[in-house]
């Protein structure tokens, strides 16, 4: 049984850069889609971007300027750093193993707030 | 991107009823849809993928159909523990996107 856990700093300052892990169990990363997802408190869903296991990346165009996923097969885990946030950026954010059909396992989350 | 949008937002219903929320989709996602059902303060619960593809595990009581731009997820007796959000989300293409929301209360 595949387990995903995000991890990493639950506050963030406005102009920094929020940093989080994602660590795979039960399972490789060498295979599969891998996603971020957030959830601003109260909203809805919004997809952050991908990363297969051989690195190639796919990036939600409203933050793609600001957003790095990569991954480490090594130690079966992917990240992701998103660059100049601000409280907009606010959100629960979600690692998601991505089938291509759908989002099949989810990490619980990880509350990320962005203040200073 | 594709627009995804639900209906209703909410809907109160009682156990036993038989529930249907729509998904509409602004342009064909053919049969590349999915269902969520998430509850508060934990992650997403795929129910459906590929328009009418029960996730193993999941009650018979959750179908879906659909195709094109209009999709459906019905509960055919609501149970209890059916009472959360329930989202789409079209896999056709990038960006991924989601529908808003149908929040399922207790009558």
């Known amino acids: 049984q595949v387990q995903l856990q995000e991890s990493g700093p639950g506050l963030v300052k406005p102009s920094e850069t929020l940093s989080l892990t994602c660590t795979v169990s039960g399972g490789s990363v060498s295979s599969y889609y891998w996603s971020w997802i957030r959830q601003p408190p109260g909203k809805g869903l919004e997809w952050i971007g991908y990363i297969y296991y051989s690195g190639s990346t796919n990036y939600n165009p409203s933050l793609k300027s600001r957003v790095t996923i990569s991954v480490d097969t090594s130690k079966s885990q992917f990240s992701l750093k998103l660059n100049s946030v601000t409280a907009a950026d606010t959100a629960v954010y979600y690692c998601?193993?991505?089938?291509?059909?759908?989002?099949?396992?989810w990490g619980q989350g990880t509350l990320v707030t962005v203040s200073s | 991107d594709i627009q995804m949008t639900q209906s209703p937002s909410s809907l109160s219903a009682s156990v036993g009823d038989r529930v249907t929320i729509t998904c509409r989709a602004s342009?064909?996602?053919?049969?590349?849809l999915d269902w969520y059902q998430q509850k508060p303060g934990k992650a997403p619960k795929v129910l459906i993928y590929?328009?009418?593809s029960l996730q193993s595990g999941v009650p018979s009581r959750f179908s879906g159909s659909g195709s094109g731009t209009d999709f459906t997820l019905t509960i055919s007796s609501l149970q209890p523990e059916d009472f959360a959000t329930y989202y789409c989300?079209?896999?056709?293409?990038?960006?991924?996107?989601f529908g808003q929301g149908t929040k399922v209360e207790i009558k």
């Open positions: 342009q064909s996602i053919h049969t590349y």
């Open positions: 989300q079209q896999s056709y293409i990038t960006p991924r996107t």
């Open positions: 998601a193993r991505d089938t291509g059909n759908c989002f099949d396992c």
């Open positions: 590929a328009t009418s």
